[in-house]
């Protein structure tokens, strides 16, 4: 995977899979049952290192991805964060001018210690050839569970607040951006290979708004981040960002653009995959169909991005109900093809 993020295409692609720990596997809910909460899995450096290593051992992927989510970080800004099961992510609703002039600048770093312990136990666990990936949440993307409290379908609290309020919005913006960079600068110096930044709702923007709060706020963690670690390998997903994604790449500087399953692959492959690799883009729902309709949708895949710099990987994270046989299918089939 390094060699991809590097620039140089492989006869077969790398392969691993967004949320590749998680309820589809039945060793995940086991320790998910014991563990208390979900941050409690997140913060005890043994168990985050034990799911990160479940789906490697399992399914060998070519690379692994720390367990933690991205709402780490409002946690580690003093927001309240409780994750309900069956609910999503609850938070302290940061609404008013009032609450965001009273957030705090600086994440409390001691708080984010047991994600940097769980890099460095993977690390010395996992064959040198296994990749590991450190990763945050975009500004805009975190802001907007920040905003809202939860999670919405169009995220329209935030959208709201960045035009009604933009310069208490922009203060939630530059503080995640500030902690994002010293977040993820932790993660590669504890054992991170490269880094993903999830813009998860990138795509609910109109452009203006798209270039001011996800592509500006992305360019700032890039540019920290190697001005601290100069060979950082940094890869994008801005989900949802369609037509948008060159001006994405270009301004970012990101190693690799991770797209999803609606992306049109003659715009990535002439606009994208001739700058930077790809990373995507199976449709998680063909994962779970199965079948033909799964060999298909593999196979148009593979021959939309695999002549070029490509690593196999899904449109969005795997969902929990994603029979184990059917991710043993598209392995095999990947490992088996050659560009
Ligand atoms: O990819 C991995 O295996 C690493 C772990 C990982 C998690 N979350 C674990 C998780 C990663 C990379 C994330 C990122 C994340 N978290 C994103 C961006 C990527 C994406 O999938 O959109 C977002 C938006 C979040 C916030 C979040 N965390 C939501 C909205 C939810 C609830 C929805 C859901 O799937 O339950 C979570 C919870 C969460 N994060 C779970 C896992 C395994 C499920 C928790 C459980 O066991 O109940």
Redesign the pocket.
């Known amino acids: 995977m390094l060699d991809v993020l590097g620039g140089r295409k492989r006869e077969t692609p790398p392969i691993w899979?967004?949320?590749?720990?998680?309820?589809y596997l039945p060793e995940?809910?086991e320790l998910?049952a014991r563990a208390g909460s979900?941050l409690d899995?997140?913060f005890t450096p043994e168990y985050a290192a034990e799911?990160?290593l479940q789906?490697i051992r399992r399914f060998g992927f070519d690379a692994a991805?720390?367990?933690?989510?991205?709402?780490v970080i409002p946690y580690a800004l003093g927001r309240s964060v409780r994750?309900e099961?069956?609910?999503?992510?609850r938070l302290d609703p940061l609404d008013t001018p009032a609450k965001v002039a009273a957030l705090a600048p600086t994440a409390d770093f001691e708080k984010l210690q047991p994600v940097y312990q769980a890099l460095r136990e993977v690390r010395g666990a996992l064959a040198e050839n296994v990749t590991l990936i450190g990763?945050c949440?975009a500004p805009w993307?975190?802001a907007t569970?920040m905003v809202a409290g939860q999670?919405t379908p169009d995220q329209a609290p935030a959208r709201m607040m960045a035009y009604r309020e933009p310069e208490a919005f922009s203060k939630i913006i530059d503080t995640l951006v500030d902690n994002s960079i010293l977040y993820l600068v932790g993660q590669l110096e504890a054992g991170a290979d490269c880094v993903?930044i999830?813009d998860?709702?990138a795509g609910v923007l109109p452009p203006r708004e798209f270039l001011r709060w996800s592509i500006a706020p992305t360019a700032r963690i890039v540019e920290g981040v190697r001005a601290k670690v100069p060979d950082a390998k940094i890869i994008g997903?801005p989900?949802g960002a369609g037509a948008l994604l060159p001006a994405y790449v270009g301004a970012t500087k990101v190693d690799a653009a991770s797209i999803d399953w609606t992306a049109e692959p003659s715009l990535i492959r002439e606009r994208v995959q001739s700058r930077v690799a790809v990373q995507g883009n199976l449709d998680p729902l063909a994962l779970i169909a199965g079948g033909p309709a799964l060999d298909r949708a593999i196979d148009d895949v593979l021959a939309n991005y695999a002549q070029g710099r490509f690593i196999f990987n899904l449109g969005?994270?795997?969902?929990?109900e994603t029979p184990i046989a059917h991710v043993e299918q598209m392995i095999r089939r990947v490992r088996d093809y050659r560009s």
């Open positions: 899979m967004m949320r590749q720990a998680g309820r995940y809910r998910r979900f899995l997140c799911l990160t789906p991805i720390i367990f933690s989510d991205i709402l994750f099961v069956g609910e999503g992510p990763f949440g993307t975190v569970y999670g993903q999830f998860t709702w997903f989900r969005h994270g795997i969902l929990p």
